[in-house]
């Protein structure tokens, strides 16, 4: 969009809406325009007689509103792994993988080897392949997959410098052809820092040019990630991430008390889809003072009593169970001395 760009954006999942999902340079489409658009999906259906999936049928409004809109770049995110996703109907001139973790290993695994060949498959012989994950035996996978050319973190590009600063990061990036220095991001984590590189990186190789630094730190500095270690206020210190598995959980963790280093009483509310044992292990539950447990509003969600149940195995000493987030957060409110 600082490019002057129009700019169509498909990620998942949504917060608070679905139409956060599918975005025109940063709007999201309106209820009329998805709801003509999933009416187009469904007349797909009543001629062809196949029945496409949620994500499916969401995927495919997506990809006919960015055409009846005439977006100049799509940037879409692929819904689990890569090579069998509907995302990846796409020829992408661009394919970007930021890092490889134990994920959806329902579909692929047991092994992060398993993971980078599944993610591997969105590289088309035309992409230029831009990878934020180091470790090589993984990158060669990546490699192998016969992308047009293929950029690595650490190699062709990287953060040199990755520095707490107040709301975020001061950065200084290297890509292929240029050093952006002082690049304020306003998001939280050291990681943050290293997908800015990736980030940056696939934006010069879609312009196959260097950028201009304003246009950089413009991009940077309005970027926003809902969900994501947001800060919801400072007075107590309120956070909200949607880490999904471990290495999500460890990552916020580790920005948590690292970065933050929070003092007074910490309150940990906290519902899961998977092994509870796992993500508070993870999430370092034992180092909170409370832990206010509940069942994640989702059918795969792990009852509260579990996940309460988990977190005394781990250590912690004070333990609630609530039925359902609203309950949780407001014993949590109440403990913070937000509420009567």
């Avoid at 890092?99 to 959806?104: E, F, G, R, S, T």
């Avoid at 970065?259 to 998977?274: A, C, M, N, S, Y």
């Avoid at 609630?320 to 109440?334: F, G, K, L, N, T």
Wanted: net charge negative; aromatic share 6%; hydrophobic share 45%.
């Amino acid at each position: 969009v600082a490019q002057g760009l129009t700019v169509g954006t498909y990620t998942s999942p949504h917060l608070e809406r679905i139409n956060e999902r599918i975005k025109r340079n940063g709007e999201p489409i309106s209820d009329d325009d998805f709801a003509e658009q999933i009416a187009g999906v469904a007349d797909i259906e009543a001629i062809t007689g196949v029945r496409p999936t949620y994500f499916e049928a969401v995927t495919a409004a997506a990809f006919r509103w960015f055409a009846d809109v005439a977006v100049d770049v799509a940037v879409v995110e692929v819904g689990m792994l890569g090579r069998w996703d509907a995302t990846n109907i796409v020829d992408a001139q661009v394919a970007v993988v930021t890092n490889i973790a134990l994920d959806h290993t329902e579909f692929a695994g047991p092994t992060t080897t398993d993971i980078a060949k599944e993610k591997a498959g969105i590289i088309k012989p035309g992409s230029a392949a831009i990878i934020g994950e180091t470790e090589p035996a993984l990158v060669q996978i990546f490699r192998d997959e016969g992308g047009a050319t293929t950029m690595v973190r650490g190699d062709d590009f990287e953060t040199v410098d990755n520095s707490l600063a107040i709301g975020g990061r001061s950065l200084d990036l290297r890509t292929p052809t240029t050093i952006y220095s002082d690049v304020f991001l306003p998001l939280h984590g050291a990681h943050q820092g290293d997908n800015a590189a990736v980030a940056l990186t696939a934006v010069e190789t879609f312009f196959a040019a260097p950028l201009a630094e304003d246009v950089v730190h413009e991009g940077f500095a309005n970027v926003e990630m809902p969900g994501r270690f947001e800060v919801l206020g400072v007075q107590p210190l309120t956070i909200i991430d949607g880490a999904h598995n471990p290495p999500g959980a460890d990552v916020c963790a580790s920005v948590f008390f690292d970065d933050f280093q929070p003092e007074g009483r910490r309150i940990l509310v906290v519902g899961t889809l998977r092994d509870p044992g796992e993500m508070l292990a993870a999430l370092r539950a034992d180092e909170f003072d409370v832990v206010h447990a509940c069942t994640a509003p989702s059918p795969r969600g792990v009852p509260g009593a579990e996940v309460a149940k988990a977190a005394r195995e781990l250590g912690c000493d004070e333990v609630y169970v609530h039925d359902d987030v609203e309950s949780a957060c407001e014993a949590a409110m109440r403990h913070a001395g937000l509420l009567n």
